[in-house]
């Protein structure tokens, strides 16, 4: 007698995750986001990170770019307070850029205004950081400028944290890039597509 064998059933394919984000932040991407900048600090207390960014392909991220970049001088935390020099980490969405120079063809709504401007006692080296910057959403109204004051959590909480151009070294919360890779993120962010940023150092973005 002939035994025929029967085809193993096919499990159902998983969405694959973002790597090196483990379920905790993977849950707060909104299921609508297809887009996702994942800041990937180097540790704890580190400034240096790296910026991936992923695209989604049916159930699947791709990594489409990546590139060197900083983050707060005195690395990350889950308490951002005005003034610490560390980065917050979380899942934030993107929404808003602007900056001092004209709009290099971003899709996220942008606005060029002399304000944003560094002040002029900052060193040389800063003088370029704010000519294009995307506005995290962390304490702040979403379709305001970035450098809108309004702080719904309160000052204390601090805000205007963005990503903005580098300068070689920390910032005091923000994350920094490349005028190459801020200009790409402009030109391919897209709020149909509902962009977010997963942020952290690796060890608490893993976790």
Not at 9 to 23: C, E, L, S, Y
Not at 138 to 152: E, I, L, Q
Request: hydrophobic fraction near 35%; proline fraction near 8%; aromatic fraction near 6%.
């Amino acid at each position: 007698m002939t035994h025929t064998e029967r085809p193993k059933a096919t499990a159902p394919t998983a969405p694959t995750g973002i790597p090196g984000i483990g379920v905790r932040f993977q849950r707060r991407v909104p299921a609508d986001s297809r887009q996702v900048v994942a800041v990937y600090g180097d540790g704890k207390e580190s400034a240096d990170s790296t910026v991936v960014l992923y695209g989604k392909r049916g159930a699947a991220w791709e990594r489409l770019r990546s590139w060197p970049a900083h983050n707060g001088r005195k690395g990350w935390t889950t308490d951002h307070r005005e003034g610490d020099k560390r980065s917050p980490v979380g899942v934030f969405t993107l929404t808003d850029a602007g900056g001092v120079l004209k709009d290099p063809g971003s899709k996220l709504p942008y606005t060029q205004s002399a304000a944003f401007a560094v002040p002029r006692w900052w060193d040389e080296s800063h003088r370029h950081d704010f000519d294009h910057v995307i506005a995290i959403d962390y304490n702040r109204v979403k379709g305001t400028p970035p450098n809108d004051p309004t702080r719904p959590e309160g000052a204390a909480k601090g805000g205007g944290i963005w990503l903005h151009l580098d300068h070689g070294s920390g910032t005091s919360a923000c994350v920094s890039l490349s005028r190459a890779a801020m200009e790409h993120l402009l030109r391919t962010l897209d709020p149909d597509q509902h962009p977010v940023v997963v942020m952290g150092d690796r060890a608490d973005l893993a976790s």
